[in-house]
């Protein structure tokens, strides 16, 4: 199994990024999704994650500002981030069933 995640860049402190994560050959990744983040220098930290019911939970950093979805036929796994800060700089990994995907990278920088 292999997940590309994508969306990552620079961003203005306030802008807003959407990242995505897909398995590579196009499966459904349905049940429990994570969003991840390593920040430099920082050891890898929880950011969100998405069950198979519609539940969600957020790391207290980045709650009300980012959004963890999925697409209806569970094939892309979504991080909506808004109102991002310097502190938000990561790469940030999606995670499915035990797999990680490859990480992409998002500076929040003016």
């Known amino acids: 199994v292999q997940l590309q995640a994508s969306g990552g860049g620079l961003v203005q402190p306030g802008g807003s990024l959407t990242l995505s994560c897909s398995h590579s050959?196009?499966?459904?990744?349905?049940?429990?999704g994570y969003w991840h983040r390593q920040r430099l220098g920082k050891d890898r930290e929880f950011v969100a994650m998405?069950?198979?019911?519609?539940?969600?939970n957020y790391a207290d950093s980045v709650k009300g500002r980012f959004t963890v979805s999925r697409d209806i036929a569970e094939t892309t796994l979504y991080l909506e981030m808004k109102d991002l800060t310097p502190d938000d700089t990561a790469v940030y990994y999606c995670?499915?069933?035990?797999?990680w995907g490859q990480g992409t990278l998002v500076t929040v920088s003016s």
């Open positions: 995670k499915w069933s035990g797999h």
């Open positions: 050959e196009g499966a459904k990744m349905p049940g429990y």
């Open positions: 998405l069950g198979s019911t519609g539940n969600t």
